[in-house]
């Protein structure tokens, strides 16, 4: 038996004006990552922003390297 282990592409959408949005919302990935920053928890980034998910808010957290 192996297991087979897939890499989601992060949910993040370049706009037409080149701003890169989280899923298909109209969120900036840079919000969520200087919420997280000025310590935000993932929780707190989806109250402030209701078109969010959870997985939105930690994916870019995630894979996000300062």
Do not use: N, W
């Not at 959408?13 to 928890?41: H, N, P, Y």
């Not at 980034?45 to 300062?66: E, G």
């Amino acid at each position: 038996m192996s297991i087979v282990l897939e890499r989601e592409a992060p949910p993040f959408q370049q706009d037409e004006t080149g701003a890169i949005r989280i899923s298909k919302t109209r969120v900036l990935l840079e919000i969520v990552i200087r919420a997280f920053l000025d310590g935000a928890s993932p929780e707190t980034i989806v109250q402030q922003y209701s078109t969010l998910s959870l997985s939105d808010t930690y994916s870019p957290i995630a894979t996000f390297k300062p």
